[in-house]
């Protein structure tokens, strides 16, 4: 009874699971796999509180087979040799199943061990992580094993569970549990896909209620949004969850959706991260409006230091009338495009000395075939400009900068052609 209850009502069968139809779903790849009890070594990747324990638990008594569970931020290379001994012994006469849990914080040697001990068949691997197994997982150990992608859980099937925590407990503390409408579907939204989530806020709900004349619970609406309030939301700052967050926050004000942009804020705010926040907001002002409306990045500037001054939750304000400005601003990407194409040129080595007129020093070597600088100064020319090379010899012909179709751009270029061909 001192277990939580997530791991009281954990299932044991697949039809028990809630969640994952696209994995252990009839007819899908992976239950076919655990239905035909011959295991092979299998990476679980997704969030927490979607079932991944929960199924290497069912697939170790599907297979018959010992189940290890090591934690990566606890576990050392002496405990998976500890493990390996059981090979051969009465306990491991049906092979070994280490399900292996935050994989991602085995530094590389110790991914290594584990390698030696897959590829003699030693041991079957589960593995799982909530981080993108591609960045974090040796590459020797992915391309021996299967990857598999868990998913949020909807509310719906998390209503399932939440329904049957409730009457774990009811049977349990033998009371009857009055629950009232809409507390499963608060519960089953504010978990953000967390099933284990869900069911502690179950618990925690039963234990804040109140108690009638006879001994009776009452779960209330109320109770169940006051514990449930600040969970729906999954963040990260070192995580994926971070990185696909500020993500979606760039590329609403990119796309001119300002309702989503502001959705992505409000999650960045409500985890406190300003910093990222105000940075993805400058990038943007820069990157995508850019040169379509550039007065807007001293604008977004003045914001940023607005914010950062008053801090939260008062910099909601700011950088709400900034983001609103940044996805409803005409956009433009020639910039961007430009010094791209600029860093490319110069990363590859194409780049040369800089051409006699526009160096510094004002005078030549012995060598010089051409004495003198003979550099043009173009506000001694009529409309400030004359045409001389300005890129060096290998690159005189190149053209970096394209002008956007936005008026910005548009009238600048029709400047700059009036005054060159007046000049031809």
Not at 203 to 218: M, R, Y
Not at 266 to 277: M, N, V
Not at 278 to 301: F, H, S, T
Request: hydrophobic fraction near 40%.
């Amino acid at each position: 009874m001192n277990s939580p209850l997530a791991d009281r009502i954990r299932p044991n069968c697949l039809d028990d699971m809630v969640g994952q139809p696209h994995l252990i779903g009839e007819g899908k790849s992976l239950r076919r796999i655990i239905e035909s009890g011959k295991i092979p070594n299998l990476i679980f990747y997704g969030p927490s509180g979607v079932g991944k324990t929960t199924l290497a638990r069912i697939i170790a008594e599907k297979s018959d087979m010992r189940l290890h569970k090591l934690n990566g931020t606890t576990a050392s290379t002496a405990d998976i040799k500890a493990i390996v001994e059981e090979t051969g012994t009465f306990a491991g006469m049906n092979g070994i199943l280490l399900y292996l849990d935050e994989i991602q914080y085995f530094n590389k040697r110790q991914q290594q061990t584990l390698l030696e001990y897959i590829e003699n068949g030693s041991i079957t691997l589960i593995a799982s992580t909530t981080e993108n197994p591609y960045f974090y997982i040796y590459s020797a150990i992915l391309s021996r094993s299967t990857v598999f992608e868990f998913k949020p859980v909807e509310v719906d099937e998390i209503a399932k569970a939440v329904r049957r925590a409730f009457d774990v407990l009811a049977d349990e503390q033998q009371v009857e549990i009055e629950v009232e409408d809409g507390v499963v579907e608060k519960i089953a939204a504010a978990c953000g896909g967390d099933v284990r989530k869900a069911i502690n806020t179950v618990e925690l709900c039963v234990l804040a209620a109140e108690t009638d004349a006879v001994g009776g619970i009452h779960v209330t609406l109320e109770n169940a949004s006051q514990l449930g309030q600040r969970s729906a939301m999954r963040y990260d700052r070192d995580g994926d969850d971070h990185y696909d967050i500020v993500s979606a926050y760039q590329k609403s004000m990119r796309g001119s959706d300002p309702d989503a942009a502001l959705h992505y804020l409000a999650r960045l705010l409500e985890a406190g991260d300003l910093p990222s926040a105000c940075r993805r907001l400058m990038v943007c002002a820069c990157e995508d409006v850019g040169l379509a409306y550039p007065q807007i990045i001293p604008i977004v500037k003045s914001a940023v230091d607005i914010a950062l001054q008053v801090g939260l939750p008062e910099a909601r304000l700011p950088l709400a009338d900034a983001v609103i400005m940044v996805a409803t601003a005409p956009k433009s990407n020639s910039a961007h495009n430009a010094i791209a194409a600029a860093m490319a040129d110069v990363q590859a080595g194409r780049s040369g000395p800089v051409p006699r007129q526009l160096q510094n020093k004002h005078y030549d070597g012995e060598d010089a075939a051409v004495k003198g600088q003979h550099y043009l100064y173009p506000h001694a020319f009529p409309d400030h400009w004359v045409k001389q090379q300005y890129l060096p010899d290998v690159l005189q012909d190149a053209t970096y900068y394209t002008p956007g179709d936005n008026k910005n751009e548009q009238a600048f270029a029709a400047y700059w052609k009036t005054v060159k061909d007046r000049q031809k």
